[in-house]
């Protein structure tokens, strides 16, 4: 039996997850790893704004 179904979608998961595992290491709790998880899963953007110093008057 052949199909076009691949196991391509698993194996992209399997490596955000890996990514979370690296990012996360260091850290004891396992609700770290599950956030770093749902942090790179989401593709989420979190850039710091640029500085600028505060007008001195």
């Given at each position: ?24 290491r ?19 953007q ?12």
């Amino acid at each position: 039996m052949r199909t076009r179904v691949t196991n391509g979608a698993m194996e992209a998961i399997n490596g955000l997850l890996q990514l979370a595992k690296r990012l996360a290491r260091g850290y004891r709790s396992i609700n770290t790893f599950r956030i770093m998880a749902y942090l790179k899963a989401g593709k989420l953007q979190l850039e710091v704004p640029p500085f600028r110093p505060l007008p001195t008057h």
